[in-house]
């Protein structure tokens, strides 16, 4: 590229990226896998899973590690984001759309270009410090889950002791 100028978009196919995460989720050690079922009922919203990670933290009881939080759908994120606010949320899912509108004439043929395009720039995990039961997280920072396409989500969660 001239003068260092340019963009590089690495892909990580999802096979790929399901083979690392499952790595990642099996691991040895006492810490099942645990699964967190969700079901979107808009095209585009967020839902703070942050107590549901929490009971999963919990359940566990892991006296210091981390908690890992996997979505593996492409057409869904994960971020950590605050929670006080409301509009937070909506600010978040109203950029997503102006900087990736739905009828932009993507090739894809599903009709859902748009939801992966967001859901690689929200990224598929969050890893948190866990610590005695609980999740370390900033105050007013819980995780969220973004989702541009209605229908059912998972979202695996592994707290690794460490």
């Excluded at 999802?14 to 690392?20: D, H, N, P």
């Excluded at 095209?43 to 990670?53: A, K, Y």
């Excluded at 994120?77 to 006080?84: A, H, I, K, R, V």
Aim: aromatic share 4%; glycine share 6%; charged share 20%.
């Amino acid at each position: 590229m001239p003068n260092g100028e340019g963009f590089a978009l690495v892909v990580l196919d999802q096979i790929a990226a399901a083979r690392a995460a499952w790595y990642l989720m099996n691991m040895p050690g006492p810490t099942p896998i645990e699964s967190i079922d969700l079901k979107t009922t808009t095209r585009d919203e967020t839902i703070d899973i942050t107590s549901l990670v929490r009971q999963v933290v919990k359940k566990v009881s892991v006296e210091s590690g981390v908690c890992y939080v996997y979505c593996p759908h492409t057409t869904a994120g994960l971020t950590l984001q605050e929670n006080s606010d409301p509009n937070v949320k909506k600010d978040l899912i109203a950029q997503l759309s102006r900087m990736v509108p739905r009828d932009a004439g993507f090739v894809h043929s599903e009709d859902n270009s748009d939801a992966h395009i967001k859901g690689s720039l929200m990224g598929s995990s969050v890893v948190v410090r866990s610590t005695k039961a609980s999740c370390s997280w900033a105050p007013g920072r819980p995780s969220s889950s973004a989702s541009s396409t209605a229908e059912n989500r998972k979202v695996l969660v592994k707290v690794i002791a460490g």
